[in-house]
C-alpha cells in the first residue's frame, strides 16, 4: 500500500482487519484478538506498515471486544489530567480507563493488562458508528508500546531518525527543537525517515537499534524501519553547526527527560535506566547546535 | 495522641522515587510523574543516605552513617543529614514518624 504524504490535519482512510490484528514496534509485537467472535479492529493508513505477520509470537496478547465499559471501583492510583487513569488489581494487574469527547467526558477504552503483562483485555465503548476496536487509538496504543518497551529491551523517545547507508542518526528533542527540519534536511540529502516524532530504541545483544514509529510528527513518513545506531544527537538550533560531545553521565541523564515514559512502576524505570546506560555507552551522543542546512546533517553523519 | 517537641522524628523513603546508580551518576526518578521534575542526580553522600533510609532513621543516625564513612566532624555530619532530610521532605521523598520519648 502507498502511503501518500499527507500532513496534519488531512484525512487518512483507515483499514478495517476481521477477527484479529498484529502490530510490530521495533521488536515488541502486540497482537489485538476477539473477545468473541465478529470483532473487527480499524487503523489508520499510517498504521498498516507497522502490520505484521499474526503468526509471529506475540509479547502481548489482547483480547478485544466491542461493548460498555465497566468503571473499575478501586481508586485510582495515577490519573494524567482526565484523560485516563490507572487502577491497580489486589492481583498486581493494572486497569486503564482511557477517556475522549468533549473535555475527556466519555470513557472509550477500557484496558486490563495481567501482572506479567502478557495477557490484557480491552472493551472499546460503542461510541463509533463502524462499531469496531481502534487498535491505533491515541493515547491507547502508544501507551500500551511505551510500556510494554520497559519490560522489553527499549524505550520510545522523542526523536526523529534518518537512516542512511544502512545506520540510523537519531536526533532528539521536545517540540520546537528541530526534529522535522533536520529529518526532511535528511531526507532531501538521500536519508529515509522512518519517524519525525517518535524513536524507538532498542539494546539486543549489544546491539543498539533504531525503529520508526506511526506517531505524530508534522509529515506522515512513518515506517517500523529500524537500523544500527551510529550516533544520537541532541538538536539546538544555533547560527553555526558544530558538534559538542556529551559524556555518557550528562547523555543519560538528557535523554532520560525527553523519554515519553509514564513513570508508573519502579521495575520499568530501573530498566530504562539500565537500557539508557547500555545506549550511552555504546553510542556517541553529542550536542548538535545547527542551522536547517545540509551541512548540518552532512557533519552528524561524517560526510561534511 | 499528644506529641512532644521532644519526640523522636524518623524518616524512611518512600515507594514513590526510584534510585540507581546509572554511568556513575546516582540518579533519583520520581514515579507517578510526581512534581515537575522528573530527575534528580544526587551526591555520593546523598546516594549513601538514600541507602540508608531504606530503613526508619533518625538524623543522627544517619549523620553516623556518614561519620562511618568520611571524615566529617560530627555536628556538620547532623547539619548535612538534616539539610538532605529536608529537601527529601519537600519532594515528598520520605515518610515520616514520631516516636513519644
Not at chain 1, 70 to 98: C, K, M, N, Q, Y
Not at chain 1, 191 to 208: L, Y
Request: aromatic content about 8%.
Amino acid at each position: 500500500m502507498t502511503i501518500l504524504p499527507r500532513g496534519v490535519g488531512f484525512p487518512t482512510e483507515k483499514v478495517t482487519y476481521d477477527d484479529q490484528l498484529s502490530l510490530g514496534f521495533g521488536r515488541l509485537i502486540v497482537r489485538f484478538h476477539g473477545a468473541e467472535q465478529g470483532v473487527r479492529f480499524s487503523i489508520e493508513e499510517t498504521h498498516v506498515p507497522f502490520v505484521v505477520s499474526s503468526d509471529c509470537p506475540a509479547h502481548l496478547e489482547l483480547a478485544c471486544r466491542v461493548g460498555p465499559i465497566e468503571t473499575p471501583t478501586s481508586p485510582p492510583v495515577f490519573t494524567a489530567g482526565e484523560s485516563w487513569s490507572l487502577h491497580r488489581d489486589a492481583d498486581g494487574g493494572e486497569d486503564i480507563v482511557f477517556r475522549g469527547g468533549l473535555n475527556f467526558g466519555t470513557e472509550v477504552w477500557h484496558l486490563r493488562l495481567d501482572r506479567s503483562f502478557r495477557r490484557g483485555w480491552l472493551v472499546e465503548a460503542p461510541v463509533m458508528p463502524e462499531q469496531v476496536v481502534r487498535a491505533d487509538g491515541y493515547p491507547l496504543l502508544e501507551y500500551i508500546v511505551a510500556r510494554m518497551l520497559g519490560r522489553h529491551d527499549g524505550l520510545l523517545i522523542h526523536a526523529s531518525t534518518a537512516i542512511l547507508d544502512g545506520f540510523a542518526y537519531v536526533f532528539v528533542g521536545h517540540s520546537g527543537a528541530g526534529k522535522s527540519t533536520i529529518a526532511s534536511i535528511a531526507e532531501a540529502a538521500g536519508a529515509r525517515i522512518p519517524t519525525d516524532d517518535r524513536t524507538i530504541i532498542t539494546v539486543t545483544d549489544g546491539e543498539v537499534m533504531a525503529w520508526g514509529t506511526p506517531w505524530h510528527g508534522s509529515l506522515v513518513r512513518k515506517s517500523p524501519e529500524g537500523a544500527p545506531v551510529r550516533g544520537i544527537f541532541l538538536l539546538q538550533q544555533a547560527a553555526f553547526d558544530r558538534i559538542e560531545p556529551l559524556s555518557p553521565a550528562r547523555a543519560a541523564k538528557e535523554l532520560f527527560v525527553r523519554l515519553i515514559q509514564p513513570r508508573l512502576e519502579a521495575g520499568e524505570v530501573r530498566e530504562t535506566l539500565r537500557i539508557l546506560e547500555q545506549i550511552v555507552e555504546r553510542t556517541p551522543v553529542g550536542l548538535l547546535k545547527f542551522r536547517p542546512t545540509r551541512a548540518a546533517f552532512d557533519l552528524a553523519t561524517g560526510a561534511g | 495522641m499528644i506529641m512532644s517537641t521532644a519526640d523522636i522524628v524518623e524518616y524512611r523513603r518512600g515507594d514513590s522515587y526510584v534510585y540507581r546508580l546509572t554511568v556513575g551518576e546516582h540518579l533519583l526518578v520520581a514515579l507517578h510523574a510526581r512534581g515537575d521534575e522528573p530527575l534528580y542526580a544526587l551526591t555520593p553522600t546523598g546516594a549513601l543516605l538514600w541507602e540508608r533510609l531504606a530503613d526508619w532513621s533518625t538524623p543522627e543516625q544517619l549523620a553516623d552513617a556518614l561519620s562511618s564513612e568520611y571524615e566529617v566532624g560530627r555536628e556538620d555530619a547532623v547539619q548535612d543529614a538534616r539539610d538532605f532530610l529536608e529537601q527529601l521532605v519537600m519532594l515528598q521523598a520520605v515518610q515520616t514518624r514520631r516516636i513519644p520519648t
